[in-house]
């Protein structure tokens, strides 16, 4: 049974750090390009950042570049998300998904129809 699972999510002060794990079961994470997303209530679901196996390309919306770092370690079979100088902008509920393919591009990272697999979501609160 194909599972994904997130986790580390929780409350934190703006400027302050979370990391966020996306463990996988049920089949082997590096065979597949792995995305994050959020969604905040009222919003649409935002493509955060993706990685790509293989060639190892990353992709990260501008709201989040230069603070969210994606990484995977394929011998745990998770990928995390980590998050520095959070803003109250960034609370949300966030997914992992697996890509349809073994390579996230420019141009479909952040469409949430270029995923198969989705986590059932952790919720990160940014608020003093």
């Known amino acids: 049974q194909v599972q994904l699972v997130e986790s580390g999510g929780g409350l934190v002060q703006p400027g302050g750090s979370l990391r966020l794990s996306c463990a996988a079961s049920?089949?082997?994470?590096?065979?597949?390009?792995i995305g994050w997303f959020r969604q905040a209530p009222g919003k649409e679901r935002e493509g955060v950042s993706c990685?790509?196996?293989?060639?190892?390309?990353?992709y990260y919306a501008d709201s989040v570049k230069g603070r969210f770092t994606i990484s995977r370690d394929n011998a745990k079979n998770t990928v995390y998300l980590q998050m520095n100088s959070l803003k109250p902008e960034d609370t949300a509920v966030y997914y992992c998904?697996?890509?349809?393919?073994?390579?996230?591009?420019?141009?479909?990272?952040?469409?949430?129809?270029?995923?198969?697999?989705w986590g059932q979501g952790t919720q990160v609160t940014v608020s003093s």
């Open positions: 998904a697996t890509h349809r393919s073994h390579t996230c591009y420019s141009t479909n990272y952040y469409r949430p129809g270029s995923y198969n697999y």
């Open positions: 049920g089949f082997t994470l590096d065979y597949y390009a």
């Open positions: 990685a790509s196996t293989g060639d190892g390309s990353t």
